[in-house]
């Protein structure tokens, strides 16, 4: 379900983060836990859901998380996301994950990880309440919310295939 022409542009919610990573994080070959940059995106898909919502959204699921570099000790690590896709409750949240040695900072960025994650936005009983639409301004925002539409489709036809499994046996 798109809501393009009815919502709020990605950049209204988008939110970057930046943190310095200590070895109070890191595993023992020197580089940082997988699960401290989860729950750092997770962390800032909520603040992006949050503020696109107007209001409390919890995290429903992660849709997929890609690490493609490992994080060190001492790096400052950024993350960058924005609202790609909204429902009547659910939005789906990109984040992307950035690095950079803090003794370095000619170095440029090292993209280390993406991920997408599913929030439902909630009212004060918990139950799930009405979000606005996104409206992309930018050929990549519509790209984004295409890419979204797909990844969604694929949530719900894999659980209808695992429900429809259950069922059977």
Same mark, same amino acid.
């Given at each position: 379900?798109?809501?393009?022409?009815?919502? $709020?542009?990605?950049?209204?919610?988008?939110?970057?983060?930046?943190?310095?990573?200590?070895?109070? @994080?890191?595993?023992?070959?020197?580089? =940082? &836990?997988?699960?401290? =940059?989860?729950?750092?995106?997770?962390?800032?898909?909520?603040?992006?859901?949050q503020r696109h919502s107007g209001g409390p959204a919890v995290?429903?699921?992660?849709?997929?998380?890609?690490? $493609?570099?490992?994080?060190?000790?001492?790096? =400052?690590?950024?993350?960058?996301?924005?609202?790609?896709?909204?429902?009547?409750?659910?939005?789906?949240?990109?984040?992307?994950? /950035?690095?950079?040695?803090?003794?370095?900072?000619?170095?440029?960025?090292? &993209?280390?990880?993406?991920?997408?994650?599913?929030?439902?936005?909630?009212?004060? /009983?918990?139950?799930?309440?009405?979000?606005?639409?996104? /409206?992309?301004?930018?050929?990549?925002?519509?790209?984004? $919310? &295409?890419?979204? @539409?797909?990844?969604?489709? &694929?949530?719900?036809?894999?659980?209808?295939? =695992? @429900?429809?499994?259950?069922?059977?046996?």
């Amino acid at each position: 379900m798109s809501t393009t022409g009815r919502g $709020l542009p990605p950049a209204f919610g988008r939110v970057s983060l930046g943190v310095v990573m200590s070895a109070r @994080e890191a595993n023992l070959l020197g580089n =940082i &836990h997988g699960g401290e =940059i989860v729950k750092l995106a997770d962390s800032t898909a909520g603040a992006v859901a949050q503020r696109h919502s107007g209001g409390p959204a919890v995290t429903a699921a992660l849709d997929e998380m890609a690490f $493609l570099a490992p994080v060190h000790v001492g790096d =400052i690590v950024r993350t960058y996301a924005q609202v790609n896709w909204a429902g009547r409750s659910s939005m789906e949240i990109g984040v992307r994950v /950035e690095a950079q040695p803090w003794d370095e900072p000619s170095r440029e960025q090292l &993209h280390v990880a993406s991920a997408y994650f599913v929030f439902v936005a909630i009212d004060a /009983e918990g139950r799930a309440r009405d979000v606005p639409g996104v /409206e992309p301004q930018s050929p990549d925002e519509v790209r984004r $919310l &295409h890419e979204a @539409e797909i990844r969604r489709s &694929h949530r719900l036809a894999r659980r209808a295939e =695992i @429900e429809a499994a259950r069922r059977e046996s």
